[in-house]
């Protein structure tokens, strides 16, 4: 055990899957994005902030998609390479580009997006291009659902999940719901619902509870909606209130930290690199609700330091930056 019951990071391979992109990000706050004076380049994509939150946290990560052949492809994969991601699942597509996306902060902290994936070469990835020896050597295989929306890409998600899936793997799952990539909001639930069944652990935030089950109570009956009896965890994140948590046997809640939140980019994504990182190795945690606990109370952490600054990735803590947070709460 390291600091707080929180155990060492782990050493088994962590393999994300699906997109990864641009952000365009105002360099006035609080805009819209056609008031916006200037943009600044950020890389994101939650799968890829995942990986780099893992890798940040000393963990072993991998990233498994397509970017353009492209100058922002070849910085992607640049990126992930610097934070120490391995980049053997990355492909480049010469005839599309790297996805962009336009991300403007609303004066409340929360987000609008405008999307250029026309396709892109995300999209594209086919199933007959996957490392499939990178896949079967993850301990745990993560991923979204903006993968799901279009062929081949979607064919590619089913093979890589099915084959991690066999050998062995975790499943985890973040839906990362982005309703203006969708071609309509039942396309999204439905599309979203239908490999619900084949995870092992599910994090969806608030306002994701609220979209799939249709209901606006965020309580502990309508998340259980969403239990199905395969799945050994589901996290339902609140942003400043922290995350509720339920397995078969326990449920409970794990209260935030509370910091001077900037952009809340990039937080969900920290929080479940965090929580994997921590429980690649030892999947057991998730059966011990106290040591599930202090792993919940660390990716809360890893969660609020994210937003305090702008950015996802620049933002992603390290270990040691948690461990200060927890102990000076």
Same mark, same amino acid.
């Given at each position: 055990?390291?600091?707080?019951?929180?155990?060492?990071? =782990?050493k088994g391979l962590i393999v994300s899957f699906g997109e990864m992109l641009i952000d365009f990000v105002p360099t006035e706050s609080g805009v819209s994005l056609a008031e916006a004076p200037g943009f600044l380049k950020a890389?994101?994509?939650?799968?890829?902030?995942?990986?780099?939150?893992?890798?940040?946290?000393?963990?072993? #990560?991998?990233?498994?998609?397509? &970017? =353009? $052949?492209?100058?922002?492809?070849?910085?992607? #994969?640049?990126?992930?390479?610097?934070?120490?991601?391995? +980049?053997? +699942?990355?492909?480049?597509?010469?005839?599309?580009?790297?996805?962009?996306a336009f991300v403007t902060l609303r004066a409340d902290g929360e987000r609008e997006f405008m999307f250029y994936r026309n396709p892109s070469a995300d999209m594209l990835l086919k199933p007959d291009e996957l490392n499939l020896?990178?896949?079967?050597?993850?301990?745990?295989?993560?991923? =979204?659902?903006? *993968?799901?929306? %279009?062929?081949?890409?979607?064919? !590619?998600? /089913?093979? !890589?999940?099915?084959?991690?899936? $066999?050998?062995?793997? &975790?499943?985890?799952? $973040?839906?990362? &719901?982005? /309703?203006?990539?969708?071609?309509?909001?039942?396309?999204?639930?439905?599309?979203?619902?239908s490999i619900w069944e084949k995870a092992d652990l599910i994090k969806i935030s608030d306002v994701e509870l609220e979209f799939l089950t249709g209901n606006p109570k965020i309580d502990d009956e309508n998340a259980l909606t969403?239990?199905?009896?395969?799945?050994?965890?589901?996290? %339902?994140?609140?942003?400043?209130?922290?995350?509720?948590?339920?397995?078969?046997?326990?449920?409970?809640? %794990?209260? !935030?930290?509370?910091?001077?939140? %900037?952009?809340?980019?990039? #937080?969900?994504? *920290?929080?479940?690199?965090?929580?994997?990182?921590?429980?690649?190795?030892?999947?057991?945690? &998730?059966? $011990?609700?106290?040591?599930?606990?202090?792993?919940?109370?660390?990716?809360?952490?890893? =969660?609020?330091? @994210?937003? @305090?600054?702008?950015?996802?990735?620049?933002?992603?803590?390290?270990? *040691?930056?948690?461990?200060? /947070?927890?102990?000076?709460?």
């Amino acid at each position: 055990m390291a600091n707080n019951g929180v155990p060492a990071t =782990g050493k088994g391979l962590i393999v994300s899957f699906g997109e990864m992109l641009i952000d365009f990000v105002p360099t006035e706050s609080g805009v819209s994005l056609a008031e916006a004076p200037g943009f600044l380049k950020a890389p994101g994509g939650a799968p890829a902030n995942v990986a780099i939150a893992v890798a940040r946290l000393g963990g072993k #990560a991998a990233f498994v998609g397509k &970017l =353009g $052949d492209d100058e922002f492809g070849h910085m992607l #994969a640049g990126i992930l390479k610097q934070y120490g991601v391995t +980049g053997e +699942g990355i492909l480049f597509d010469q005839g599309a580009r790297t996805a962009l996306a336009f991300v403007t902060l609303r004066a409340d902290g929360e987000r609008e997006f405008m999307f250029y994936r026309n396709p892109s070469a995300d999209m594209l990835l086919k199933p007959d291009e996957l490392n499939l020896e990178l896949i079967k050597s993850a301990k745990v295989f993560h991923y =979204g659902s903006i *993968s799901l929306i %279009v062929e081949p890409c979607r064919s !590619a998600h /089913l093979k !890589a999940m099915e084959v991690a899936k $066999d050998a062995g793997a &975790l499943l985890s799952y $973040d839906p990362n &719901l982005r /309703l203006p990539l969708w071609p309509s909001a039942e396309e999204a639930r439905k599309q979203i619902m239908s490999i619900w069944e084949k995870a092992d652990l599910i994090k969806i935030s608030d306002v994701e509870l609220e979209f799939l089950t249709g209901n606006p109570k965020i309580d502990d009956e309508n998340a259980l909606t969403l239990w199905k009896d395969n799945l050994k965890l589901l996290l %339902v994140t609140l942003g400043e209130n922290g995350c509720r948590y339920y397995t078969k046997h326990f449920r409970g809640s %794990v209260e !935030a930290f509370h910091v001077k939140t %900037v952009d809340t980019t990039g #937080a969900g994504d *920290s929080f479940v690199g965090a929580l994997l990182a921590k429980i690649v190795d030892d999947q057991s945690i &998730l059966e $011990d609700e106290q040591r599930l606990r202090g792993v919940l109370k660390f990716a809360n952490a890893c =969660g609020a330091i @994210t937003t @305090t600054k702008k950015g996802a990735i620049p933002a992603l803590p390290s270990e *040691s930056e948690a461990f200060t /947070l927890i102990k000076g709460a």
